[in-house]
């Protein structure tokens, strides 16, 4: 019976959704060479037989825009390609190995089984009803089920880029954006690690997954594309047709408050709904291998080019931009954290320089293709010190025990990231500004405090949509299945007591 409810209760959520929009000053906010504050968001809503443009392109003569359709570049292709198998390789091995390294050895397989599993049920998900959710019109809050199933994507339908006439496939497009998914939702297992159920992983992220993630993608996003712009009138239509936060002019290049706010707050809400880890404050914690942890945290780095650079869509020179600053900003929150920890402790520790490399991809993610090197180094230098304090003096502020300290370094991070990406995203700083569809141009007025402000709205939105609905989510698992072992179990450990096997023999 708790099945059949919770089942229903999913099913009656998927027919929900919110509307309203704001629009935007007259330019569409995006970086040089035609690229958007979103940055893959421009998925047409073409189906196979409307493949020539994206979906609310100005209306056409049909035998002219089938003449005129344009056609994938095949380095365009091939490079997204990789970039996908690249963020595939960020969470599986990446963060399970990450995250592995980082519990008892009684929770190992634990952790990597919640990871392999979350990141499989996320891939099914985005076929049968995520991409169309997410990247379809709807309102402003949620697309539509007009591409559930998949339902008209062929091998030859096109999605939209950030460049005019230039796109890529559809589905190359769909399998890009299900890895990003994926990770979201991984993420959030280091929070509750060593003490959830199985089960209650799994039911838990396919309920945030629907009405957390999903919404949150939208609202970023979404919009039909730049070859839907060519006059002010033009720009209005897609301005209100795109998702809430695009509308106001949101910069988001790569996931910032999709991906790791989102996930950090969904983090932090689980820690205190599932309590601590028992012994924790009393008994000693302590990662079970560094080792694998630096072999996770490196694959991270590795896969994050994909990941970053990969949300261009396409090769060009801010697809090379994104692809530096991720290089610099990483190393430079390397230097940072190690730097504090030896100023704070004495000594610069191994899982320091690791989680120092994450706190910098974690917020130079919305900031890559809009920032020039040097605000990147910046960006990396502060992510450094403050997630720091994210996973030190916050974390004892707010007394959760968030084990594996996803907020302190992805929502504290995303959050630093989201909101430096208005600053250094200006011209006068070396930022690329916004570009202008309108006018095929940079616009020529960039405010600073204008942009952060906007910022500020979306990482707020993001934070209060993912704590309710993680909230709402944690208590739905835990009246019908239950979120936490017993207290044998735990003690016990994860892998003999919920998967009958472990990670080492001895």
Not at 355 to 362: D, F, N, R
Request: glycine fraction near 12%.
């Amino acid at each position: 019976m708790k099945t059949f409810l919770a089942s229903l209760a999913l099913g009656l959520g998927l027919l929900t959704g919110g509307a309203a929009a704001l629009a935007q000053a007259p330019a569409a906010p995006a970086a040089p060479v035609a690229t958007a504050p979103a940055p893959a968001a421009a998925a047409s809503d073409t189906a196979a037989s409307k493949a020539a443009a994206p979906a609310a392109a100005p209306a056409a003569a049909a035998p002219a825009a089938a003449a005129s359709a344009p056609v994938p570049n095949k380095g365009d292709t091939a490079w997204m390609t990789a970039a996908t198998v690249l963020v595939i390789l960020m969470t599986i091995p990446g963060l399970a190995l990450f995250y592995g390294g980082l519990v008892r050895s009684k929770n190992m397989l634990s952790v990597l089984m919640q990871v392999f599993v979350v990141t499989a049920l996320i891939y099914v998900l985005w076929s049968l009803y995520g991409y169309s959710v997410a990247f379809s019109g709807g309102n402003p809050f949620m697309g539509s089920f007009d591409k559930a199933f998949l339902k008209g994507i062929t091998p030859d339908s096109v999605a939209a880029t950030f460049s005019k006439g230039v796109v890529i496939p559809e589905l190359t497009f769909v399998a890009f954006q299900a890895t990003f998914a994926a990770i979201t939702c991984a993420l959030i297992v280091g929070a509750f690690a060593e003490r959830i159920k199985f089960s209650a992983v799994l039911l838990f992220v396919a309920i945030w997954f629907t009405f957390s993630y999903l919404p949150i993608a939208h609202m970023v996003w979404y919009w039909d594309g730049p070859d839907a712009i060519t006059d002010a009138a033009s720009l209005d239509k897609v301005t209100a047709a795109a998702g809430w936060l695009w509308a106001k002019g949101a910069l988001d290049f790569a996931g910032g408050t999709v991906v790791h706010i989102n996930a950090g707050v969904a983090g932090l809400v689980g820690a205190f709904v599932i309590g601590k880890r028992i012994g924790y404050g009393k008994e000693s914690l302590t990662p079970h291998s560094l080792t694998l942890t630096m072999v996770g945290a490196s694959l991270l780095w590795v896969g994050w080019f994909g990941f970053n650079a990969g949300s261009n869509l396409e090769v060009n020179g801010v697809a090379a931009l994104a692809f530096v600053n991720t290089l610099v900003a990483t190393a430079a929150a390397t230097l940072s954290w190690i730097a504090g920890e030896a100023l704070s402790k004495g000594k610069a520790s191994m899982l320091g320089a690791a989680s120092g490399a994450v706190a910098g991809l974690v917020a130079i993610t919305p900031a890559c293709g809009f920032v020039g090197p040097m605000g990147a180094i910046v960006i990396g230098l502060l992510a450094g010190l403050v997630c720091l304090w994210g996973v030190s003096g916050l974390k004892r502020l707010l007394g959760a025990d968030d084990s594996l300290d996803v907020f302190g370094v992805h929502g504290v991070g995303g959050i630093l990231g989201a909101l430096l990406t208005g600053v250094f995203a200006s011209p006068s700083l070396g930022g690329t500004g916004i570009y202008d569809y309108v006018a095929n141009k940079v616009a020529p007025d960039y405010s600073i405090s204008g942009q952060v402000w906007i910022q500020f709205q979306a990482v707020l939105t993001t934070l209060v949509w993912s704590g309710v609905v993680a909230f709402i989510a944690y208590k739905v698992v835990d009246l019908l299945i239950g979120l936490r072992v017993s207290e044998e179990e735990e003690r016990e450990g994860l892998d003999i007591s919920s998967h009958g096997e472990t990670a080492y023999n001895r």
